[in-house]
Each structure stands twice: as C-alpha cells, then as structure tokens.
C-alpha cells in the first residue's frame, strides 16, 4: 500500500521518528531489521496488543513486562499509553507516567503527546529521554488547562508547560 511505502521510506532515513496512530497498524520486524535510528512508537491498549502480535510477542503479563517484552523485540522505545503510561527501552529502562486526567483520552490528544515527545527527540535527546520528557509535558500542559478540554487547547498549554519547567 502507499502508507505502507511512505512509513518504509521514513524510516530508511536516519532521523529519529515518532510512529502513532496509522503507523502502528502499518509497522513490523521487517520495517525495522535494518533500522539504526531511535524509533519510538505510541500505543494505546488496543493498538499495543496489534504491535505484540506483530513482533511475536506473549500479549500476557503487567502492562510494564508487555511494553519492556514489546520494546525488546522491536528494538524501539514503547510509550504504552493509557491511564497508566508506561514507557520502556530495549535496553531495559523504564518509566512510569503520574496518573493524569481522563481528559487526555479525548480525541486529538494522543497526537499532542506524539508532537511533544517529536519535540524531545529534536533537542538531541535520546529516545528514552524523550519519550520520558514528552510525556510529562503533555502532562503537565493538561494540569495547566480547564477541567474539559480539547485537543487544541491542550496544545496550546505545552509552551506554558515548558517553559514553567525551564
């Protein structure tokens, strides 16, 4: 498929890239075995559970085994979104996100959180780092807005955020 394509192409480049949404659908251990560049995916449970199975993982266990098994076996960083984020490394680092509002459920805001770790990874963090910085930012930026919010406003709260930790 063209999607299919274009997510080869981008990471044939050397770049780091944040995969979210459609992209997760689209990757496996064949778009990956040659891959050098940090790669840092975006699940949420359902979209976690599709990548288990594509890379040949058990799908059993706590959710932070899943996201370390997962990134082991893709060689990538994991952001296993949720109520209970959970961020692993190939190599075995974890983290865990501080439970935030449901409010960032809403529609729209898994990509704030996709452009906020991006933004980590453009500061020369590594992957880890910036999966870990992303997601207390898109935290922190949901604190900081009213208690309904959307994707928009969310967005427009991360340079407060950022630059109240600054």
Do not use: N, Y
Request: include cysteine; proline fraction near 7%.
């Amino acid at each position: 498929s063209v999607a299919r394509e274009r997510l080869a192409i981008a990471l044939a480049d050397a770049a780091p890239v944040v995969i979210d949404a459609d992209g997760l659908v689209l990757l496996g251990p064949r778009l990956l075995a040659e891959r050098k560049a940090p790669t840092l995916v975006t699940p949420h449970d359902g979209e976690l559970l599709a990548l288990e199975r594509a890379f040949g993982c058990g799908g059993s266990g706590s959710k932070p085994d899943r996201a370390l098994a997962l990134a082991k076996a893709g060689g990538m960083v994991v952001v296993a979104k949720g109520p209970d984020t959970v961020i692993a490394a190939p190599d075995g680092r974890l983290g865990c996100a501080p439970r935030a509002t449901p409010w960032l459920s809403t529609a729209g805001t898994g990509d704030v959180l996709a452009g906020c770790i991006a933004s980590r990874l453009a500061t020369g963090a590594d992957g880890f780092a910036a999966a870990c910085e992303g997601v207390w930012l898109h935290g922190e930026a949901a604190r900081g807005c009213s208690p309904a919010f959307t994707a928009g406003e969310l967005g427009q709260m991360v340079p407060a955020a950022l630059a109240a930790c600054l």
